[in-house]
């Protein structure tokens, strides 16, 4: 999948044109997570960044617990 459908996929960038996502996806790198994996920590780093998840699922958890549990897009 190319970068730019994968970014159109997601809801919150569904507003942006194909110059603004063709944008967005020259800055864009592909991660891959292997599961129980963690991709951020909270309180160790400064958000730099922001994840579209292309498959599976993520967890959020904060102080032991989920509070939430992200889908593809």
Request: net charge negative.
């Amino acid at each position: 999948m190319q970068i730019v459908d994968a970014l159109r996929t997601s809801p919150l960038l569904a507003a942006l044109g194909d110059e603004q996502l063709a944008g967005l996806a020259r800055v864009a790198r592909e991660r891959t997570f292997g599961s129980g994996e963690t991709m951020i920590e909270e309180g160790k780093e400064r958000a730099q960044a922001m994840f579209v998840i292309l498959e599976g699922t993520a967890e959020v958890r904060t102080g032991g617990r989920t509070v939430a549990s992200l889908e593809a897009g």
